[in-house]
């Protein structure tokens, strides 16, 4: 494990890179927004744009697919929102969001080894991931890491 988190934050503590994926344009006019001094609007509403664009896909299948995986977790039926992660992650292996959400899921069933590794994919498909990197953070601390915690937290 301590491997993986060590490979893990070298990820969050890297510049990124250029990021090629859908909506990219959009995603690093926001970012740029979320990190002006003072926001040109409230950084919440800019933060909830960047949810929206991450569990946005092109195809509207898998959007619903990724919908009721989001509403499992909700619910805490955890066993029902993996099979449906696990069948969106193979179908769409690209789409940062359906690995950053099978990472939470995980999170929440304290297998943090396997929420670590998810995380990791998050970070390698969008690097500016802030939610995986908030994630690993609580795991990191969850197992006594607290140097690596407080990295990834200030990067």
Known sequence: MLQLVADTLKLIL??????????HGRLATLFVALQAVPPPRPAHEIEDEIWA??????????????????????????AE????????????????EAWNKRATLHYLAQRDLQSI??????????PRHFGAICGFAQICLRQGEIAAAIEAFVA
């Open 14 to 23: 890297r510049p990124p890179a250029q990021v090629d994926m859908p909506h």
């Open 53 to 78: 664009i991450w569990t946005s896909h092109g195809d509207a299948a898998l959007e619903a697919r990724m919908q009721r995986a989001i509403s499992a977790i909700a619910r805490r039926r955890l």
């Open 81 to 96: 929102g993996k099979t449906i992660l696990d069948a969106l992650i193979d179908t769409a292996p690209d789409w940062a």
């Open 117 to 126: 590794a998810d995380i990791h994919r998050t970070l390698e498909l969008e």
